[in-house]
């Protein structure tokens, strides 16, 4: 069964930190370069992170310096360590696959809320 369950989300004070953690199922991480995206209210999905299966990394200009990204190869999971947190990183965070036609998927997760405020 194709699954994608994320975690971790919460309320955190601006400057706060959170770490989501994202169990895929086999057929989907397994092969594949993951990536955790964001989406705001009233906003697009956007992409804020990936990571290949051996380890290289690549950030949005948004949160580089702030997101680390880092994957678990034999237990299917994938994490977002996120430090300095802003209101503007207020969405909901999913993990999924990375391909140049993530826009098309039609599989996602329940997400994970990330509140930001004070």
């Known amino acids: 069964q194709v699954q994608l369950v994320e975690s971790g989300g919460g309320l955190v004070q601006p400057g706060g930190s959170l770490r989501l953690s994202c169990a895929a199922s086999?057929?989907?991480?397994?092969?594949?370069?993951m990536g955790w995206y964001r989406q705001a209210p009233g906003k697009q999905r956007e992409l804020v992170a990936t990571?290949?299966?051996?380890?290289?990394?690549n950030y949005a200009a948004a949160v580089k310096g702030r997101f680390a990204i880092s994957r678990d190869n034999p237990t299917n999971t994938v994490y977002l360590q996120m430090n300095s947190l802003k209101p503007e990183d207020t969405a909901v965070y999913y993990c999924n696959k990375y391909t140049s036609t993530w826009r098309q998927y039609d599989l996602w997760g329940q997400g994970t809320q990330v509140t930001v405020s004070s």
């Open positions: 086999g057929s989907i991480f397994s092969s594949n370069i």
């Open positions: 990571i290949t299966r051996g380890g290289m990394t």
